[in-house]
C-alpha cells in the first residue's frame, strides 16, 4: 500500500494520471492514500482513498498540509505554463521554481526519502537545430519558463544526491488533445485543432502548414511518468533527467489524418496564419533520437492514428473525479 500525493491534479495531465492511479494503483501495488493538490476541483463526490487540498502549492499552508500526509511517491505537475509565464514574472518564479525548490526541500522531513516525479518540459532545449535533436543535446532555454524547468531538474538531482528524495525528471513534448483554449498556453493549438476538427468547426492556426511539431497523448505521458515512478532508480543517469520519445509530425499530416478520421473538409476549415514567435519555437522541431530513454521502457505513441486513438480515448474517459475534501 502506497501514499501518492499529486500537485496540479485537476489539469489536463493531472486528471488522466489521477484516474489512472485511483484504477490501477501504482506499479500493481493499491493507495492507502491519494492527496491532490490544486487551485480548484469540480468533483466533489467520495473517494475514501482520497483527500483533497484545494490552494496553490506555492502556499506555505498548503505546502505543510500536502507533507503532513508523508507521501511515499510525489508526481509534482503543478506549474505556470510558458505563455503565461513569460506575462507574470513573479508568478513564474513563485511557482514554478520557489514552489518545486520549496516541495523539495520539505521532503527531508519525511521518515523516508520519497520518489520524486517532475514535469519538465521540452522547453528546456530553447531554439532547436534544423536537422536533427537527441537526448543528449545541451540545454539553452529560450524563456523564463524552460529556464526553471531546468533550474528544477538540475535542484532535483542535487536533492536526490544528498539523500532527500529519490527524484528524476521527466521532459514532456506537446500533449493532446486538452478540450480547454488555454490563453497561457503557447502551444495549444495543437490541441484546439483536434476538437475543432471533430465538431466540424473552423480554426485558424498560429502555425505554418509545413510547420513540425514533437507530439504525445494525455494517456501515453502517464504510462511514461507512471513507469517512471516506479521504476529501479539504480537504471536512472547521474542527470535523473530523460527526454520523452515523441512523435515527430507535420502539422499538416496530424490535420489531414483529423480530417479522415471525422469525415470533414480540411481545407475548408483550417486556416494557417503563422504566428512568427509561435511557429518558430512550438513548430520548427526535428527528428529526436531517445535511445536512452527507449531502453529505459518509455514510449511515444506509435503512429498518428493511435495518436489520435489515444488523445481522444483519455478524454473520452470524462473529467469525473470522485473525492473525499
Given at each position: 500500500m502506497s501514499r501518492v500525493?499529486?500537485?496540479?491534479?485537476?489539469?489536463?495531465?493531472?486528471?488522466?494520471?489521477?484516474?489512472?492511479l485511483l484504477q490501477e494503483g501504482l506499479e500493481g501495488q493499491p493507495l492507502s492514500q491519494l492527496v491532490l493538490v490544486?487551485?480548484?476541483?469540480?468533483?466533489?463526490?467520495?473517494?475514501?482513498?482520497?483527500?483533497?487540498?484545494?490552494?496553490?502549492?506555492?502556499?506555505?499552508?498548503?505546502?505543510?498540509?500536502?507533507?503532513?500526509?508523508?507521501?511515499?511517491?510525489?508526481?509534482?505537475?503543478?506549474?505556470?505554463?510558458?505563455?503565461?509565464?513569460?506575462?507574470?514574472?513573479?508568478?513564474?518564479?513563485?511557482?514554478?521554481?520557489?514552489?518545486?525548490?520549496?516541495?523539495?526541500?520539505?521532503?527531508?522531513?519525511l521518515p523516508r526519502p520519497p520518489r520524486f516525479i517532475y514535469s519538465s518540459s521540452i522547453a528546456v532545449y530553447g531554439d532547436q537545430p534544423a536537422h536533427g535533436a537527441s537526448e543528449d543535446q545541451v540545454p539553452q532555454p529560450a524563456i523564463s519558463y524552460g529556464a526553471h524547468k531546468l533550474a528544477c531538474e538540475i535542484l532535483l538531482?542535487?536533492?536526490?544526491?544528498?539523500?532527500?528524495?529519490?527524484?528524476?525528471?521527466?521532459?514532456?513534448p506537446g500533449i493532446v488533445a486538452r478540450r480547454d483554449e488555454n490563453p497561457g498556453l503557447a502551444s495549444g493549438f495543437m490541441s484546439q485543432v483536434f476538437w475543432h476538427l471533430a465538431q466540424g468547426q473552423r480554426i485558424t492556426l498560429p502555425v505554418s502548414a509545413t510547420g513540425r511539431c514533437w507530439w504525445m497523448s494525455a494517456a501515453t505521458c502517464v504510462d511514461n511518468l507512471l513507469h517512471l515512478a516506479g521504476m529501479d532508480s539504480s537504471r536512472?543517469?547521474?542527470?535523473?533527467s530523460f527526454q520523452m520519445p515523441v512523435l515527430h509530425l507535420g502539422i499538416a499530416e496530424v490535420v489531414d489524418a483529423l480530417a479522415r478520421r471525422f469525415g470533414v473538409p480540411a481545407q475548408q476549415l483550417v486556416h494557417y496564419a503563422p504566428d512568427p514567435p509561435i511557429d518558430r519555437v512550438y513548430a520548427s522541431y526535428p527528428p529526436l533520437a531517445t535511445p536512452r530513454a527507449e531502453a529505459l521502457g518509455l514510449r511515444h505513441d506509435g503512429d498518428v492514428e493511435r495518436l489520435i486513438d489515444n488523445a481522444l480515448g483519455a478524454n473520452a474517459l470524462g473529467a469525473d473525479l470522485k473525492a473525499c475534501g
Open positions: 500525493l499529486v500537485t496540479g491534479a485537476q489539469g489536463f495531465i493531472g486528471q488522466v494520471l489521477v484516474r489512472r490544486d487551485l480548484s476541483f469540480r468533483d466533489a463526490g467520495c473517494d475514501a482513498r482520497v483527500r483533497q487540498i484545494r490552494g496553490s502549492i506555492a502556499q506555505p499552508a498548503v505546502l505543510r498540509a500536502a507533507m503532513a500526509t508523508q507521501p511515499d511517491t510525489i508526481l509534482h505537475l503543478a506549474s505556470v505554463p510558458g505563455g503565461a509565464s513569460e506575462r507574470d514574472p513573479a508568478l513564474d518564479r513563485s511557482v514554478n521554481l520557489d514552489a518545486t525548490l520549496q516541495l523539495i526541500e520539505a521532503c527531508q522531513a538531482a542535487d536533492a536526490s544526491r544528498r539523500g532527500w528524495v529519490d527524484g528524476c525528471s521527466l521532459r514532456l536512472w543517469t547521474p542527470q535523473r
